[in-house]
Nanobody
Framework: QVQLVESGGGLVRAGGSLRLSCVAY????????MGWYRQAPGAEREFVAA????????YYGDSVKGRFTISLDKVKKTEYLQMDSLKVEDTAVYYC??????????????WGLGTQVTVSS
């Protein structure tokens, strides 16, 4: 059984930074990719970023390119999302997921319960 636990959310002012973490527990295929999505109130879930199982390939949603950085520590089974130059519109619940890359990129795989990020003006 796979369990994902996110942490690092909180309240930050616009222009600030936060780093989210997602730890994977259980038996994880070493080739599994990991990703981040977010969902704001009243909005659909939005793809944020994904990283390949070897950590060598990264993908980003258009709204976060150049501001967010995804990384992977395979030994710790942990992925990170460094969020810089935060904007009010980045306010959302952030979720991590894991699975085969195609699943991760299409909102599939295993999911965590999310962590709230609130950016104030």
């Amino acid at each position: 059984q796979v369990q994902l636990v996110e942490s690092g959310g909180g309240l930050v002012r616009a222009g600030g930074s936060l780093r989210l973490s997602c730890v994977a527990y259980g038996i994880i295929d070493e080739d599994f990719a990991m990703g981040w999505y977010r969902q704001a109130p009243g909005a659909e879930r939005e793809f944020v970023a994904a990283v390949s199982g070897d950590g060598g390939t990264e993908y980003y949603g258009d709204s976060v390119k150049g501001r967010f950085t995804i990384s992977l520590d395979k030994v710790k089974k942990t992925e990170y999302l460094q969020m810089d130059s935060l904007k009010v519109e980045d306010t959302a619940v952030y979720y991590c997921n894991t699975g085969e890359m195609r699943a991760v990129m299409t909102s599939g795989g295993y999911w965590g319960l999310g962590t709230q990020v609130t950016v104030s003006s």
